[in-house]
């Protein structure tokens, strides 16, 4: 990571809702509207987008744990967007503040963790793990 990386960094994207986020997509019993499941990817996708300018070459983030809260339905078709805010960097861990809106409501907001890791070294880990698979 560059030392350019300091709290205070923000980053924005919107996104259409389409049928591939509809929560029926995870459990047909339930209203078909923007899950909550894109939307916790959503909030992933806003803050490593966030970083990515700054990681060296060789580096990636992952994400280690969210506090989440879904506060409104947005019906498929509506756009979404997610503003995130970096308010933490301990060496390689990063914490972001994200809001979620659609086009009437706040639909969430959360507090999202990641960690910057050695894409190779973690490969390698995750490739020795998959070999144990019985």
């Known amino acids: 990571m560059t ?23 995870v459990y047909p019993h339930v209203p078909n509207v923007y899950a909550t499941r894109a939307m ?40 979404v967007h997610y503003s995130a805010k970096l308010i933490k960097v301990d060496g390689p ?10 086009e009437v409501d706040k639909i969430g907001e959360a507090t999202h963790f990641r960690y910057i890791i050695n894409a190779e070294k973690f490969n390698s880990q995750v490739a020795k793990k998959a070999g144990k698979k019985a």
Do not use: N, W
């Not at 205070?8 to 509809?22: L, Y």
């Not at 861990?93 to 659609?102: I, P």
């Open 93 to 102: 861990k990063l914490a972001f503040e994200v809001e979620g809106f659609d």
């Open 40 to 79: 916790v990817g959503h909030i992933e996708e806003v803050c490593a987008d966030m970083v990515l300018p700054f990681l060296k070459d060789g580096e990636q983030t992952v994400g280690t744990g969210m506090t989440f809260k879904h506060m409104a339905a947005t019906p498929l078709g509506m756009k």
């Open 3 to 25: 030392q350019e990386l300091k709290p205070g960094i923000t980053h924005k994207m919107e996104r259409e809702t389409t049928e591939d986020m509809s929560a029926q997509k």
